[in-house]
């Protein structure tokens, strides 16, 4: 699922609403042991509904040229990041010039290299921001990493705090998948969140 793509050509505003959604997933620390965005990624490719593409959080620059290479073939873009994999996903936004793009975060953590970049915002060109926290009553060691990767990075990225819309979950970190089943306060998951983009375009 994470190809490398060719040099993006202009498409017209026409081909974009054609064609459906590309969901771009991409994991937080150690995700291609514990597999769990790339799980949920993949069983999102078998429904066959739309493209789908994951990367783990370090694959910046791959992730970037599938963007685009969707972007270039029509696609508006939903990227989805997992704590680290959020910050990412910040970092692939701000290179989408003039792109139809929303942004999730599923419980984001900044990364320390990146504190500027991870707080800053060349965003704003974001359609939609969703913004989805994790806070358990019983933490276990991912809440507790979680944590340490806010001192060590500054916390929440801005541009989600910032966000338009915010689901809040009883779940802990790690747990990916149920975050974006939890219903928000409208009752509307990350899920349905991004299946409405299909159909209206917007949330």
């Given at each position: 699922?994470?190809?490398?793509?060719?040099?993006?050509?202009?498409?017209?505003?026409?081909?974009?609403?054609?064609?459906?959604?590309?969901?771009?997933?991409?994991?937080?620390?150690?995700?291609?042991?514990?597999?769990?965005?790339?799980?949920?990624?993949?069983?999102?490719?078998?429904?066959?509904?739309?493209?789908?593409?994951?990367f783990?959080?370090?694959?910046?620059?791959?992730?970037?040229?599938?963007?685009?290479?969707?972007?270039?073939a029509?696609?508006?873009l939903?990227?989805?990041?997992?704590?680290?994999g959020?910050?990412?996903?910040?970092?692939?936004?701000?290179?989408?010039?003039?792109q139809?793009?929303?942004?999730?975060?599923?419980?984001?953590?900044?990364?320390?290299?990146?504190?500027?970049?991870?707080l800053?915002?060349?965003?704003?060109?974001?359609?939609?921001?969703?913004?989805?926290?994790?806070?358990?009553?019983?933490?276990d060691r991912?809440?507790?990493?979680?944590?340490?990767?806010?001192?060590?990075?500054?916390?929440?990225?801005?541009?989600?705090?910032?966000?338009?819309?915010?689901?809040?979950?009883?779940?802990?970190?790690?747990?990916?998948?149920?975050?974006?089943?939890?219903?928000?306060?409208?009752?509307?998951?990350?899920?349905?969140?991004?299946?409405?983009?299909?159909?209206?375009?917007?949330?």
């Amino acid at each position: 699922m994470n190809s490398m793509p060719s040099k993006p050509s202009t498409v017209s505003a026409t081909a974009i609403r054609n064609k459906p959604l590309a969901e771009l997933y991409i994991g937080g620390a150690g995700d291609e042991v514990s597999r769990i965005v790339l799980s949920y990624a993949r069983a999102r490719a078998a429904a066959g509904a739309r493209p789908v593409e994951y990367f783990p959080h370090y694959a910046h620059a791959a992730a970037r040229r599938t963007a685009l290479d969707l972007a270039g073939a029509g696609h508006r873009l939903a990227l989805i990041g997992h704590s680290w994999g959020a910050d990412t996903v910040l970092r692939v936004a701000g290179e989408l010039d003039g792109q139809a793009f929303w942004l999730v975060g599923a419980d984001p953590v900044a990364k320390p290299a990146l504190p500027f970049l991870a707080l800053g915002g060349s965003q704003s060109a974001a359609r939609g921001i969703l913004h989805i926290t994790a806070r358990a009553e019983a933490p276990d060691r991912s809440d507790f990493v979680r944590a340490a990767g806010y001192v060590t990075g500054g916390g929440v990225p801005r541009a989600f705090r910032q966000a338009g819309a915010h689901i809040r979950t009883h779940f802990n970190h790690w747990n990916f998948e149920g975050m974006m089943r939890a219903p928000g306060e409208d009752g509307r998951s990350a899920e349905d969140w991004l299946a409405a983009l299909d159909t209206q375009g917007a949330v």
